[in-house]
T-cell receptor
């Protein structure tokens, strides 16, 4: 059974904190993605990676960075958390044919 | 910026009827198209993908693609209460370009 696992289901952080969201996939997929999902705005792409140490900005990269040191792990970093980063964060991965994106269970982040 | 547009709904359909969900996209060069279903509080899961113009059927679901009109739709026949969910349209902008962009989703409610 394919698996994309996010490190936390719920997180509460304070404004200004550095926040790490971790995602691990066990399908040997090349491509990994970080999205945030907000009511009325749908899924918006933050960053994606198509190979180890490679990353590309998505549509809303401001305030975020990513790290991909190993193929199976893709981390999203909030350098200095702000209240407008309160959201549901979803990690996904796809294989070379890109026919299906598998999603993690999501991390609901609240910044107070 | 490449865009994917969906009517946010809510769309209400009687049980047993056909539900029709629509999506338009901005880039004529788009190559592959996906429909995801997302239940409340859950992650998106793939229902269907389509690459070629025309219809593709899978059980009660039919995806329709018209590249000339930049339009993709999902039909759900014999709608069931379990089909009540948010349906997300997603577009991959080209083979080799792994960026997957989602619409905002259409909330579908099947009325028993």
């Amino acid at each position: 059974d394919v698996k994309v696992t996010q490190s936390s289901r719920y997180l509460v952080k304070r404004t200004g904190e550095k926040v790490f969201l971790e995602c691990v996939q066990d399908m040997d997929h090349e491509n990994m993605f970080w999205y945030r999902q907000d009511p009325g705005l749908g899924l918006r792409l933050i960053y994606f990676s198509y190979d180890v140490k490679m990353k590309e900005k998505g549509d809303i990269p401001e305030g975020y960075s990513v790290s991909r040191e190993k193929k199976e792990r893709f981390s999203l970093i909030l350098e200095s958390a702000s209240t407008n980063q309160t959201s549901m964060y979803l990690c996904a991965s796809t294989g070379p044919s890109n026919t299906e994106a598998f999603f993690g269970q999501g991390t609901r982040l609240t910044v107070v | 910026q490449k865009e994917v547009e969906q009517n946010s709904g809510p769309l209400s359909v009687p049980e047993g009827a056909i539900a029709s969900l629509n999506c338009t996209y901005s880039d004529r060069g788009s190559q592959s198209f996906f429909w995801y279903r997302q239940y409340s509080g859950k992650s998106p899961e793939l229902i269907m993908f389509i690459y070629s113009n025309g219809d593709k059927e899978d059980g009660r679901f039919t995806a329709q693609l018209n590249k000339a009109s930049q339009y993709v739709s999902l039909l759900i026949r014999d709608s069931q209460p379990s089909d009540s969910a948010t349906y997300l349209c997603a577009v991959n902008w080209g083979f080799g370009n792994e960026k997957l962009t989602f619409g905002t989703g259409t909330r579908l409610t099947i009325i028993p």
